[in-house]
């Protein structure tokens, strides 16, 4: 075997460990990185600046551990950006681990010196609804009755007793929808399910591999813009200058494409020069 | 200087700012908000002539069910709206309502409307295009079944994936190593899971004839109770029940990666030669595809995510694209019924392209939005 | 009547869904929501079924030291344990909360275990891009251009490389543009596709033409 046969045959473990390696290093650097905000994130941002404070927003975490790295920063960056433009939140799932996943957002969010300094108490500036199984069928049931779909909170106390819901009912009143969506039940179903029938506002985070399918709605208006991925992440961080942990690890990013770029190329220059032979 | 004060003030409280009653909101019309289950009515009113210069704060609606009867206030409204869907009503019963303007210092009510009555809708007109488009497709897809049982010979055109099916068991045959069926990740209600589980009968009655071992780890308890029932049946029907084993069907975990973890430790370990992916599946697609194709299995997958067919296509050795995979089970069983629904579906799909052609050309020329008439409410 | 059961109740379900989607009027507005809590009662219990039988598949695993069977007394003792922390040790209701052993659980091993899962997508991605991006022919040529342009106009990498560029030709431009027209219209072209497939497939299953899910022809 020549050395290019030999490329071609490169053991994968090789890449694995050279993929390791440009995701690991830029922990240790601190470079800046260029973000260019793209326009469906930017329209994200204008309609929540746009919001009178006070106004009812609702943000639905439909993801698990799995993908939370990938979509836990840009939970955080719009929780943080609710909460410094005096909406009210109400928090919710379709995934069981959803609403959890959001109770670990808050918990870095509301270590910021100035959401610390307003004081923000929950049931009457924010809740958390929780998780209720049912899929889409509980977009729906939202519609009619807010109440019937989550009759208790995270905690179990009575959605009815908290002031914050005491005057939602459904969706006539909120402003805002943001879902954080891995797969299914996610945005889809919300734009399906939610936006045709009850013609809300809403606008998406979902991983870079879903965010494709999701796009047409953004096209389409269904979606008033969407956030992709951990560049998407990254941009929300950019735009709102609420900067986390999207920015930081787009550097490792940035590394780790060049390495998958690298091979592509190799591999396709391996490819050029055993072509001869093999033919 | 008492005169200067008494016409300031005269003059300062006929100003629009400081006036006690405001212009009222007209006009206001009730009706049954239609296209519902009832128990709401929608109403509707002119904004009153004060909105727009701000001394209007707000409206109120207010409610009654006697004509003469006292009205109660039911909602608030921002000003700038000019309507409110009252969700409290019974059905078949009157209802009246005013529209109260209201100021920093005063209100003034409209004039009451008619009465109206809630009630529900036996169709939803919304959706009338909806209703044309099923009454289409599926007449389409009767029409060519019905065709098709008349014994007309119909053309389908080869799917490189169901073919290699009969390859795939024959491999693991003659290598004396497992067929690994996963009939993807979701539960009974999501459809790629019964295309799945449908092809699974299919591959199980190969498995019997070949006597090659299969096992079907699933991710959802009642997936596993179907697949039983089908791989129990598909043996049979090859003349082999003695060989099928309860076991060859069982449970993981409805946790994703744990699934995942669970079928890459298997892959790694049993090393099946054949590994079959047909039904929904998402971040795990490439992880196991690639984890087959470092054992060395053939791998024929099939899924409608969109968003990983690339990763399948990429990885594995047959892909079956999206509809193929509903088509998989008219294909391999040859049935001239579900192979005439096949050609029902080709029909939808001519009217989907003739109307993206005439919809881009009017939508260039400017003339009309054709996809308002495909907007299902 | 084993067969014509399951193909009545079937037939019986499909149509009242079908017609409840265009009919709002009670009692038919109810269905769906009664079906759904039909559905999550069922599917509450077939976790039980799901249960008992991984325990039992490894059990008898562990018992015949099959292949494997250190495996199975892991799954076991995982399976145990978050079960008696979960029920025991977590506070009852709020078992989910920040603070109780659950929590500890979830956020030390659950959490990592299934990140880690996740994250093994990015050495995959690499090995599988190595093997599947050759130019082998005009269509992986132009797949191949349009994957490098993407993962390029995905990363800050790309506008330092192109930025010198007139706006509209950049690579994040470029990459915008790849998502917005030639990959949004595959897409839609492929859900076309799909729905049509489950509209056929529905009907089938629906009339009772297909009946390969429930054993048999």
């Not at chain 1, 908290?162 to 954080?180: C, E, G, H, K, T």
């Not at chain 2, 044309?132 to 389908?156: C, D, N, P, Q, T």
């Not at chain 2, 003695?242 to 449970?251: F, G, L, N, R, S």
């Amino acid at each position: 075997m020549n050395f290019w046969q030999k490329l071609l045959a490169v053991d994968r473990r090789v890449i694995f460990a050279l993929v390791a390696v440009a995701v690991i290093i830029p922990f240790f650097l601190s470079f800046p990185i260029k973000i260019t905000v793209s326009p469906p994130v930017q329209a994200v941002y204008d309609y929540i600046e746009k919001l009178p404070p006070g106004s009812l927003v609702m943000i639905s975490c439909d993801y698990d551990p799995p993908s939370a790295p990938e979509l836990q920063p840009m939970t955080e960056t719009m929780l943080k950006h609710f909460f410094l433009k005096d909406l009210k939140v109400i928090i919710l799932g379709l995934w069981p681990q959803g609403s959890v996943q959001a109770n670990i957002a808050l918990e870095v969010v509301m270590r910021d010196p100035i959401l610390k300094a307003k004081n923000l108490k929950y049931g009457v500036d924010y809740v958390n609804l929780g998780f209720t199984a049912g899929n889409e069928f509980v977009i729906i049931r939202m519609g009619t009755d807010i109440h019937a779909a989550f009759p208790v909170d995270f905690n179990g106390t009575k959605i009815a007793e908290l002031p914050l819901m005491q005057n939602v009912r459904n969706f006539d009143n909120i402003a805002f929808v943001f879902n954080v969506s891995a797969g299914y039940p996610g945005t889809y179903e919300w734009v399906i399910f939610g936006v045709d029938r009850y013609r809300f506002k809403l606008g998406a985070g979902n991983t870079a591999v879903q965010a494709p399918l999701v796009s047409p709605y953004v096209q389409s208006g269904q979606l008033i813009g969407l956030l992709g991925g951990m560049r998407g992440g990254a941009e929300y961080e950019e735009v709102s200058h609420y900067f986390g942990k999207a920015t930081g690890f787009m550097r490792s990013q940035t590394f780790s494409h060049a390495v998958v770029i690298f091979f592509i190329i190799v591999g396709n220059l391996a490819y050029f020069m055993t072509r001869g032979k093999r033919t | 200087m008492k005169k200067i004060l008494a016409f300031s003030f005269l003059a300062l409280s006929l100003s629009p700012a400081f006036s006690q009653v405001p212009a009222p909101a007209t006009q206001v019309q009730a009706f049954d908000t239609p296209n519902d289950a009832g128990r709401s009515i929608t109403i509707e009113w002119q904004i009153s002539i004060d909105d727009k210069d701000g001394v209007v704060t707000g409206y109120q609606v207010l409610r009654t069910e006697a004509p003469e009867g006292e009205y109660t206030k039911i909602a608030d409204s921002p000003r700038g709206t000019d309507s409110y869907i009252d969700s409290s009503p019974e059905n078949h019963k009157d209802y009246y309502y005013k529209v109260r303007a209201v100021t920093a210092s005063g209100f003034s009510d409209s004039e009451p409307s008619t009465a109206v009555q809630a009630m529900g809708q036996w169709f939803n007109r919304k959706r009338l295009n909806a209703l044309i488009a099923v009454l289409i497709i599926s007449g389409a897809i009767l029409y060519f079944i019905e065709k098709a049982r008349s014994g007309k010979e119909l053309y389908i055109r080869k799917i490189a994936g169901i073919e290699a099916v009969e390859e795939a068991v024959g491999r693991a045959t003659e290598m004396g190593r497992k067929i690994v069926f996963i009939p993807g990740i979701q539960d009974m209600d999501n459809m790629q899971t019964i295309a799945g589980i449908t092809i699974l009968g299919h591959v199980a009655r190969k498995a019997a004839e070949y006597e090659a071992k299969l096992e079907v780890p699933v991710s959802r308890a009642l997936v596993m109770v179907a697949c039983r029932e089908v791989t129990k049946q598909a043996f049979t029907a090859s003349g082999r029940p003695d060989a099928y084993k309860d076991d060859m069907v069982y449970y993981v975990t409805d946790d994703q990666f744990g699934y995942t973890a669970a079928l890459d430790g298997l892959f790694v370990r049993e090393k099946p030669a054949a590994i079959f992916m047909q039904g929904a599946f998402f971040a795990e697609s490439l992880i196991l595809a690639e984890t087959g194709n470092y054992i060395g299995a053939i791998q024929i997958a099939g899924t409608a995510q969109p968003s990983q067919l690339p990763f399948f296509v990429a990885a594995c050795d047959y892909t079956l694209i999206g509809e193929e995979l509903f088509a998989a089970s008219a294909y391999l069983s040859k049935d001239v019924k579900l192979l005439g629904s096949l050609k029902g579906q080709d029909v939808g799909k001519f009217f989907m392209m003739a109307a993206i052609l005439v919809g881009v050309i009017l939508a260039s020329l400017g003339v009309y939005d054709l996809s308002r008439l495909f907007t299902v409410r | 009547m084993r067969r014509e059961v399951p193909l009545i109740i079937t037939a019986a379900c499909g149509f009242i869904f079908i017609i409840q989607f265009f009919v709002p009027h009670p009692p038919l507005n109810r269905v769906q929501d009664v079906f759904n809590d039909w559905v999550n009662i069922i599917a509450g219990f077939a976790i039980v079924l799901g249960i008992l039988n991984l325990l039992r598949v490894n059990l008898n695993k562990m018992s015949k030291k099959s292949k494997g069977w250190p495996y199975a007394l892991f799954t076991i003792l995982g399976l145990s344990a978050y079960v008696v922390i979960g029920l025991a040790f977590s506070g009852g209701r709020s078992f989910q909360n920040p603070g109780t052993a659950f929590y500890w659980v979830y956020i030390n091993l659950f959490f990592p275990l299934n990140s880690t899962m996740f994250a093994l997508l990015a050495f995959f991605v690499a090995s599988a891009s190595y093997r599947a991006f050759r130019a082998r022919n005009k269509e992986a040529t132009l797949l191949l251009i349009a994957a490098t342009i993407l993962m390029l106009g995905r990363v800050p990498l790309g506008e330092y490389l192109s930025g010198w560029l007139p706006s509209g030709w950049r690579l994040a431009d470029l990459s915008d543009w790849i998502m917005d027209f030639p990959q949004t219209a595959g897409q839609r072209a492929i859900m076309m596709g799909i729905a049509l497939g489950i509209i056929s497939t529905s009907l089938r299953i629906i009339l009772g033409i297909e009946r390969t899910y429930l054993g048999g022809d």
